[in-house]
């Protein structure tokens, strides 16, 4: 049978750089987590993707144990990586902040796939490059 659930919680970490400090400790400790552990486990599971973002869902049990799941890191951290910018634009309409070109677009689409609500490749460009857009980041030919 399986362990009762206590609760999921959902952080962005840097790859490799998971430690004790705010805002991971508190959010693990308050539901009697080894930070410790999870620190160490995270940081191995990610080595090979430092500066990159990394979502992670964590499901913590009754007995205090802890399971979690890596996700793909955000498009928008993807895009300005692409783009080589620190932060979108904050008038995406009139202002640009950089471009990145349709091959680079395809690349950040298939990186997301397994995380996106897309049923193709397609799909799945369309909507980092709705992304895209709302950053102020020009997607050329």
Avoid: Y
């Amino acid at each position: 049978m399986a362990k009762p659930i206590k609760t999921v919680l959902k952080l962005q970490i840097a790859a490799g750089q998971a430690n004790p400090a705010p805002p991971i400790g508190p959010a693990l400790g308050q539901h009697g987590v080894n930070i410790g552990q999870f620190c160490q486990q995270f940081n191995e599971a990610t080595k090979e993707m430092v500066g990159d973002i990394i979502p992670a869902e964590i499901t913590v049990f009754e007995d205090r144990s802890f399971a979690f799941k890596l996700k793909t890191p955000p498009a928008s951290a993807l895009l300005k990586k692409a783009a080589g910018i620190e932060k979108g634009s904050a008038e995406p309409h009139k202002t640009k902040a950089g471009k990145i070109s349709k091959a680079e677009l395809r690349k950040i689409a298939e990186k997301k796939m397994i995380d996106l609500n897309a049923t193709n490749i397609e799909a799945a460009e369309k909507i980092i490059a709705g992304t895209a857009k709302n950053m102020g980041i020009e997607i050329k030919d």
